[in-house]
């Protein structure tokens, strides 16, 4: 019979392996589940292990997925460890997007006055646009106690609707064939890229500033300790003076404004106009990778590289081997599902022998 | 009268999916344990029952399809969360977003099938008289099934003695374990149950309501019976009335749309979503009463002799 002892300490050594051993989890699931298919397992592990790093290119395509993964992540991460549940980063995302796009469609033919500095004011309205989002949730959660994990989610909902209506009502472009889509944003608009030729842009830079900001803040400000006391240990924090709604703004705030970013740099980077297909669950693999790299800044870039081969992957092996897209998703929540079983591998021991206190 | 009868009756239909999920949610909670991934379960499930009822033909077979579906879904959950002691949030978010990829996974040959002919339900005599027979004698047996679970839970959480040892446990395992009840098989026996009910609500969305298959099909329905589970404090007659109010909420986005109100109908899809932030403000502004109500051990993992 296999028993858990609780350890003294919280093993350190195990909470870096975790995810390496989820990982073997689900390649081993994905490998028998891809010789059920009928598929070549080695092949198809290529498709998402070797052929998303094999070349310049590649790496390009890999960092424009990995940058918003990176960028909602890391505010999630500060969410959670102040026990703050904001599931809801998709639609923070996807109003970043919209208030980008508002931005970018003022940006006429003719030179504006700001120049290529619209594109600052393009991601500051996205930064805005996720707080709004995320601001709403803090306000029912802090005002009217409302559960911020069901707010959020909600919330998810009204803002891919609210893009669905903007982008089939007032905002379609007039000589777009009846598509659901806004016009082609000005080239004025467009996120400069790091190489001609390559998708890649300075939005990935933009990103790494945000994972050492974001470390910063939570190992080195006073506010990012007080918000994580809050998390740990509620009482505690309120017995220091730290203030709980404090603590909820400021990782609501930070989240939003972080997913807003994504949302802008997504709009104005790869994709140049809003479509009803902005959103693409990058909110929720975020959640994901945020608990992957265990909610600390520099794991988050690992975890979102990881992720974003996961992505490219399907993709792969959805175009070369006439495997479903569909698998990232299920192997998405299967590294999820590992992780936490994994994890428990951190706070307990596994001893065998019967347990007395089993029922 | 006779659109309002055809609303009326719409809207039990629709509140049928919320209340059965919601009603499992329930003894999930009542439980102590909270099930974030009732919108993963409900979606394996739908693609379950309405696989089944391809190829069988029986709309019976797949209900049993997707609640078993649902079982097993709650059990591996229930097995992290309870005797692995996972954080409940995280293991049922991994469970909502390992269910969306999962169903869409499986689903893609039946995103083109469908269903034969659909059964009417008609209740002899009672359905003639005017009005209530149109509003509420022609609906499936799993419209009148909900109400009647929601009596029997009603039933079994007050009445009975098993009742009261998963209230117990709900309120404090401690004292459970303490007086000898198996404390985590509890636990487990009602995330099952739970998981059972949302996947027969899953299929029941899938093979009736809707009929068909489509990728996240359930949009926010496991999301929304969670919030079920808030709004009626915990109580199983309120749960049955809850779903029936966004029922109602989501037919009359449909039936205004009908009408030919000038107003998009992204904007009128909004409605139930809307709704249930509404009306979450509303229950959850005086904390003291939620908290009042809450089972004392929601959310909180149990360790016995830790």
């Known amino acids: ?359 | 009268m006779e659109p309002l009868a055809l609303l009326v009756a719409a809207t039990l239909n629709a509140g049928t999916v919320l209340a059965i999920a919601g009603l499992g949610l329930l003894i999930n909670e009542r439980a102590g344990i909270v099930n974030l991934g009732a919108e993963g379960i409900m979606l394996v499930a739908a693609i379950a029952g309405f696989a089944t009822a391809v190829h069988s033909g029986s709309d019976l077979l797949a209900f049993a399809a997707g609640a078993a579906a649902g079982a097993l879904l709650a059990a591996a959950f229930g097995w992290l969360v309870i005797w692995l002691n996972t954080n409940q949030y995280a293991t049922g978010l991994a469970l909502a977003l390992f269910g969306v990829g999962f169903s869409a996974f499986v689903g893609l040959s039946y995103t083109q099938a469908t269903l034969g002919q659909r059964a009417r339900f008609v209740l002899p005599w009672l359905s003639d008289l005017p009005f209530v027979g149109v509003a509420l004698f022609r609906q499936h047996p799993m419209v009148y099934a909900a109400m009647a679970l929601a009596a029997l839970i009603a039933w079994f959480l007050y009445r009975t003695r098993s009742g009261l040892v998963l209230r117990a446990v709900g309120e404090s395992p401690e004292s459970a374990h303490a007086l000898g009840f198996p404390v985590r098989r509890i636990r487990l026996a009602a995330v099952c149950a739970g998981g059972a009910l949302c996947g027969l609500a899953g299929a029941y969305l899938s093979v009736v309501y809707s009929p068909l298959w489509m990728e996240g099909m359930v949009a926010g329905k496991g999301w929304i019976a969670l919030a079920l589970t808030t709004f009626s404090t915990w109580r199983p007659a309120r749960v049955l009335l809850g779903a029936y109010l966004f029922g109602g909420v989501t037919m009359l986005q449909f039936h205004l749309q009908g009408q030919g109100v000038d107003v998009s109908s992204h904007l009128l899809s909004m409605l139930p979503y809307l709704a249930t932030i509404v009306v979450l403000v509303l229950i959850s502004r005086n904390a003291a009463f939620i908290k009042a109500n809450m089972p004392a051990s929601i959310g909180k993992p149990f360790h016995p002799g830790a």
Request: aromatic letters at 10%; charged letters at 10%.
């Open chain 1, 1 to 359: 019979m296999l028993r858990l002892e609780p350890r003294p300490q919280p093993s350190r050594a195990l909470s870096l392996l975790s995810p390496l051993l989820a990982l073997a989890v689900t390649v081993a699931v994905g490998v028998l589940l891809f010789a059920l298919l009928g598929k070549d397992p080695l092949r198809a592990l290529q498709m998402f292990f070797v052929e998303p790093v094999k070349s310049l290119y590649a790496l390009s395509e890999l960092s424009v997925k990995a940058t918003p993964l990176v960028l909602i992540a890391l505010g999630l991460a500060l969410c959670f460890r102040a026990n703050v549940w904001n599931i809801g980063a998709e639609g923070q995302f996807v109003l970043g997007a919209i208030a980008a796009g508002w931005v970018a469609l003022q940006a006429g033919p003719e030179p504006a006055w700001l120049g290529r500095g619209i594109v600052i004011a393009i991601l500051v309205a996205g930064v805005l646009g996720g707080m709004l989002w995320a601001a709403i949730v803090a306000l029912l959660r802090e005002r009217f106690n409302a559960n911020e994990i069901l707010v959020s989610l909600m919330l998810v909902y009204v803002a891919i609707l609210l893009l669905s209506y903007l982008v089939y009502g007032p905002w379609k472009d007039p000589k777009g064939y009846n598509f659901p889509q806004t016009i082609v944003f000005d080239a004025v608009t467009k996120l400069p890229r790091l190489a001609p030729r390559l998708r890649a842009n300075v939005g990935s830079l933009i990103a790494l500033l945000c994972v050492a900001a974001t470390w910063v803040f939570m190992f080195r400000l006073y506010r990012g300790f007080a918000l994580q006391v809050g998390g740990l240990a509620p009482l505690a924090a309120r017995y220091a003076g730290f203030s709980a709604g404090g603590a909820l703004w400021t990782s609501l705030l930070i989240s939003g404004g972080l997913a807003g970013l994504a949302g802008a740099i997504e709009t104005i980077g790869p994709l140049g106009q809003l479509t009803p297909h902005v959103p693409v669950g990058y909110g929720f693999a975020a959640i994901i990778v945020a608990f992957v790299g265990r909610l600390h800044p520099v794991g988050i870039v690992f975890s979102a590289v990881l992720m974003s081969m996961f992505y490219i992957g399907g993709e792969l092996a959805q175009s070369r081997m006439g495997l479903p897209k569909a698998l990232t998703g299920v192997f998405q929540g299967l590294l999820l599902f590992a992780l936490l079983a994994c994890d428990t591998l951190i706070h307990y021991r596994v001893r065998f022998g019967a347990d007395r206190f089993a029922r």
